[in-house]
């Protein structure tokens, strides 16, 4: 099988290609991207070593050159992981996002329905539904409605509407999966456990938006990766929230981190809360539970394993 894997050197889209090319030796990963400042460059060197990988350094945005790399490979699959996802840059700076996100994703499904794609897969977040207060017990399914905060999650929101309208009109294979806020390697250093590591061991405050009591539920990058492509190969056309019902307050798990670096406590800095800025967005995953997937990764040693390799490479 032939999978077009887009931001191939981001965070999560490298891990799930190295997950496939570790797992379907016969399967070939046809690896996209156009190398912004979050993409690895570490990353991308590991998957260069696999046999069955081609890449290229392309935009999204690019009609032309994404449909040479389409008539080339004639690909199985389709799963799009290239995206602006970093919600202060959207708040500051919503072009790029709607362009990237929004554009770059119509590239791909226009492309994906030219040549052919048995499955295009989309890439969300649970953030496409908004926020919970935290204290409630209720849960976002995949029928919630969208009700996004920032530029960043309405980009996302639109793409999934687009990817949607996709399979309507035109009959393409679409799925969607939004997941919670992944933590694992290769993650840029902007993002909230990298980050919180880097001012840890600098002996810098932990800089932290409002009073720190943001809820998040924590998604393994590998756990992620099982579901996505549990979804791909065994799932319904649709959409899939996946989840790992492990919810850190983020004042907590900056102590948590602190404890795994050897520190005693944690210097935290309160800084004016975030425009918009959700409280908590637990989502339900009974669906992609149902088809037999359950998150098995135990956060205790898989964050140890996370700030360590981030130690290594301050």
């Not at 799963?79 to 791909?108: C, K, M, P, W, Y």
């Not at 976002?140 to 999934?160: G, H, Q, R």
Request: aromatic share 10%; glycine share 6%.
């Amino acid at each position: 099988m032939k999978i077009v894997i887009t931001g191939c050197a981001g965070f999560i889209g490298s891990a799930f290609a190295d997950y496939i090319l570790r797992k379907y030796p016969a399967d070939s990963v046809i690896g996209i991207d156009c190398m912004t400042y979050a993409a690895s460059e570490s990353a991308l060197k590991s998957l260069k070593c696999y046999e069955k990988f081609t890449f290229s350094k392309v935009n999204i945005c690019d009609k032309e050159a994404i449909e040479r790399i389409f008539a080339e490979h004639i690909p199985d699959i389709l799963i799009n992981f290239a995206a602006e996802s970093h919600v202060d840059r959207s708040i500051s700076s919503s072009r790029t996002f709607v362009e990237t996100n929004v554009l770059g994703t119509q590239v791909l499904l226009d492309a994906s329905v030219k040549y052919g794609v048995r499955r295009f897969h989309q890439i969300s977040t649970d953030e496409v539904y908004g926020d919970m207060p935290v204290d409630t017990a209720e849960s976002f399914t995949e029928i919630s409605p969208l009700n996004p905060s920032s530029p960043y999650s309405a980009s996302k929101a639109a793409a999934d509407l687009l990817a949607l309208s996709y399979m309507r009109t035109h009959g393409l294979p679409v799925s969607v999966s939004r997941s919670s806020n992944n933590y694992g390697i290769h993650q840029h250093r902007e993002k909230l456990i990298p980050m919180c590591i880097s001012q840890i061991l600098s002996d810098m405050p932990v800089t932290l938006y409002g009073d720190g009591t943001n809820m998040r539920d924590w998604l393994y990058t590998k756990d992620h990766c099982r579901a996505i492509d549990l979804i791909i190969r065994a799932g319904e056309c649709g959409i899939y929230n996946i989840g790992a019902d492990n919810e850190w307050s983020n004042i907590d798990l900056v102590r948590k981190i602190a404890l795994l670096l050897g520190r005693s406590y944690a210097k935290i800095q309160f800084v004016e809360d975030r425009k918009g800025h959700d409280r908590r967005y637990p989502i339900d995953s009974s669906k992609i539970k149902s088809l037999g997937w359950q998150p098995k990764a135990d956060f205790e040693r898989e964050l140890k394993a996370t700030v360590e390799w981030y130690r290594g490479r301050r």
